[in-house]
């Protein structure tokens, strides 16, 4: 028999869940140091995983980082501030790793999301033509260089000298905020030219991410919606936003 007050179901839930630290401060606030906007916590500087100190260069970012903070409860949830986190690869990550991050979001340019486009059904070819022709067209306004397209997923190779515009255009960013904020933009849209793109303005955020989910909605369209899928989307959409945030800023 089942004792009272005990349910096996919540216990188990209860035991893997992940130990979240206990929130241990009041106040959030920022202040202007030599790193930049500085999150403070109860007045003493908040730090990142590797110990540096967490500050970001744009001030706006900062407040986005801050009120992550302030909006914990009880528990602090990373899974709840994917500006923090950004803020965090920045400072222990990319810092330090700045040449194989600038690799990392110029090899999506080799298979870019873009590029690839559906020979059918006709409706889908006309929403990819639609959301991805001018962001090819300025990509390639902007580098001088022609974008090579396919049907189908079979690999086209790009022309070298594309390659080489889009390595001289990633290796000319030198803040690691906004290097990490495109690769961030790379990874969840396939395309190393929406993240450029962005990062130019050339594009808002809103139609970037329309763009990079032109297939995805087209099947939402046709076959319905999972809730488990939708939650993994939404998570993904604040990753981005946070990364649009950091691009809009540097601009």
Sequence with gaps: ??????????????????????????????????????IRLDGRGARTPARNELACPDRRFAE?????????????????????????????????????????IAAFAESDLLCYRADAPEGLVAEQRAHWDPLVAATEARLGRRVMLAEGIMHVPQLPELLAAVRAE????????????????????????IAL????????????WAAAHVDEDWNIRHWGEDAEATARRDRRRAEFDAAALVLAGGR
């Design 1 to 38: 028999m089942q004792a009272e007050g005990r349910d096996p179901i919540e216990t188990a839930r209860r035991l893997s869940a992940p130990d979240l630290p206990k929130r241990f401060y009041s106040e959030v606030s920022l202040a202007e140091t030599a790193g930049g906007w500085a």
């Design 64 to 104: 986005a980082v801050a009120a992550e903070w302030a909006a914990q409860s009880e528990r602090i949830d990373p899974g709840s501030m994917p500006a923090t986190r950004l803020a965090n690869t920045a400072l222990d990550g990319v810092a330090r790793e700045i040449e194989a991050v600038r690799d990392g």
């Design 170 to 193: 990633i290796g000319a960013v030198e803040d690691p905020f906004r290097l990490a904020a495109l690769h961030v933009v790379a990874s969840l849209t396939g395309s190393a030219f």
């Design 197 to 208: 793109a962005l990062g130019h303005g050339a594009v808002a955020p809103d139609a970037a």
